[in-house]
């Protein structure tokens, strides 16, 4: 069964930064597109960042220049870098895979002073 964890997520000031983390069972992040999506309270969910298979990265959107995606397959982990936060970056973000059933649990990420 596939599963996805996120975690890394937390309160931190504007101008801070923080890692998430989505850790997958088996070789899910070697044979798919990985996607962070976020949704803040009373918007629609927002595509972030991609990863995939063969590694090309992509960052959409507000983020772009702040976030990055990487991903370390011994680790069966993505990661997602997030600098110079911004209070409107506040939200639960969700790691998995587009089309399927596949996602985690999210993890809120406030940005706050």
């Known amino acids: 069964q596939v599963q996805l964890v996120e975690s890394g997520g937390g309160l931190v000031q504007p101008g801070g930064s923080l890692r998430l983390s989505c850790a997958a069972s088996?070789?899910?992040?070697?044979?798919?597109?990985i996607s962070w999506y976020r949704q803040a309270p009373g918007k629609q969910r927002e595509l972030v960042a991609t990863i995939t298979s063969g590694g090309s990265t992509n960052v959409y959107g507000s983020v772009k220049g702040r976030f990055t995606i990487s991903r370390d397959i011994a680790k069966n982990t993505v990661y997602l870098q997030m600098n110079n936060l911004k209070p409107e970056d506040t939200a639960v973000y969700y790691c998995?895979?587009?089309?399927?059933?596949?996602w985690g649990q999210g993890t809120q990420v406030s940005v706050s002073s």
């Open positions: 998995g895979v587009a089309g399927t059933p596949y």
């Open positions: 088996g070789s899910i992040i070697s044979i798919n597109v």
